[in-house]
T-cell receptor, first 114, second 115 residues
Framework: SQQGEEDPQALSIQEGENATMNCSYK?????LQWYRQNSGRGLVHLIL?????REKHSGRLRVTLDTSKKSSSLLITASRAADTASYFC??????????????FGKGTKLSVIP | NAGVMQNPRHLVRRRGQEARLRCSPM?????VYWYRQLPEEGLKFMVY????????ESGMPKERFSAEFPKEGPSILRIQQVVRGDSAAYFC?????????????FGAGTRLSVL
């Protein structure tokens, strides 16, 4: 089953509002990353939070991580129409094959209405 | 300062043909990853390569799929005898160093359609 599960699946807000997306996972992780994907494009890395960190900021982005609940949240403040995209969380962990893998959830589709 | 380059962007194949997807990593990056994305799904890891070596292919289907990253030239994901179920977007990513310590940068993907 999916390691990362985003919630909600879709979110529609007005420009200027804040958007909060959540991610839950099942196993221990080394880090958790958030990516953005515009329709038909590749993924753009937004932010990485290590397992020993609880909160991280980058511009209008704020990420929290609660390893006891195995969950993370991504907050986008003062949203803009250009923030419209799908947002994915990816957990980083060592695989059984001895290497390190990113495992992605299905994503949250964010629509910011001008 | 080019990012990860994938070509072609779109590829149409008939069932039974071969598909070859190419990925040129960012300059200076020697680690490459391939992922597959089905519609409305997240990316699924396929394979992790370093120059001339396959580090982890645990996500690759056992048959028909192969990947290489030669000393010179791009990384190639090869799908032999394609079937309709292979239709997906295939993304390549690269990193400066080993996967555990480095951010992966993604290309725009190749969208494979199998008729």
């Amino acid at each position: 089953s999916q390691q990362g599960e985003e919630d909600p699946q879709a979110l529609s807000i007005q420009e200027g509002e804040n958007a909060t997306m959540n991610c839950s996972y099942k196993t221990s992780i080394n880090n958790l990353q958030w990516y953005r994907q515009n329709s038909g494009r590749g993924l753009v890395h937004l932010i990485l939070i290590r397992s020993n960190e609880r909160e991280k900021h980058s511009g209008r982005l704020r990420v929290t991580l609660d390893t006891s609940k195995k969950s993370s949240s991504l907050l986008i403040t003062a949203s803009r129409a250009a923030d419209t995209a799908s947002y994915f969380c990816a957990t980083g962990l060592y695989s059984g094959a001895g290497s390190y893998q990113l495992t992605f959830g299905k994503g949250t589709k964010l629509s910011v209405i001008p | 300062n080019a990012g990860v380059m994938q070509n072609p962007r779109h590829l149409v194949r008939r069932r039974g043909q071969e598909a070859r997807l190419r990925c040129s990593p960012m300059k200076g990056h020697s680690h490459v990853y391939w992922y597959r994305q089905l519609p409305e799904e997240g990316l699924k890891f396929m394979v992790y390569l370093q120059k001339e070596n396959i580090i982890d292919e645990s996500g690759m289907p056992k048959e028909r799929f192969s990947a290489e990253f030669p000393k010179e030239g791009p990384s190639i994901l090869r799908i032999q005898q394609v079937v309709r179920g292979d239709s997906a977007a295939y993304f390549c990513a690269s990193s400066l160093g080993e996967a555990a310590k480095n951010i992966q940068y993604f290309g725009a993907g190749t969208r494979l359609s199998v008729l």
